[in-house]
């Protein structure tokens, strides 16, 4: 049974940083390509960041330059690194696992199987 469990989240004033971490278990996590998603209040769940079996990444414009994907398969766990955190980054952060490995429409939601629930991130200006 796959699991993927999330956990680094809270609060943080604007310009800070935080480091989010995703717990996977249940398949060849070093096989498949990750992914990270965010979903605000009323808002569609978007695409942040993607990095496929090999390292490569990928990341949404609204993110390049302050976050940072990295995962370390001998863990089994895929890190998000946020630094220079605004206000509009508040949201709740959800990783997931697609069966596929590379990034070819990382941001897309539905290309991915597997689902974490979610941890969230609040940041005040």
């Known amino acids: 049974q796959v699991q993927l469990v999330e956990s680094g989240g809270g609060s943080v004033q604007a310009g800070g940083s935080l480091r989010l971490s995703c717990a996977a278990s249940g398949y060849t996590y070093s096989s498949y390509s990750m992914g990270w998603f965010r979903q605000a209040p009323g808002k569609e769940r978007d695409g942040v960041a993607c990095?496929?079996?090999?390292?490569?990444?990928s990341y949404a414009d609204s993110v390049k330059g302050r976050f940072t994907v990295s995962r370390d398969n001998a863990k089994n766990t895929l890190y998000l690194q946020m630094n220079s955190l605004k206000p509009e980054d508040t949201a709740m952060y959800y990783c997931?696992?697609?069966?596929?490995?590379?990034?070819?429409?990382?941001?897309?939601?539905?290309?991915?199987?597997?689902w974490g629930q979610g941890t969230q991130v609040t940041v005040s200006s």
């Open positions: 997931a696992a697609r069966v596929f490995r590379y990034c070819v429409a990382g941001m897309a939601s539905s290309r991915y199987k597997y």
């Open positions: 990095i496929d079996s090999a390292g490569s990444t």
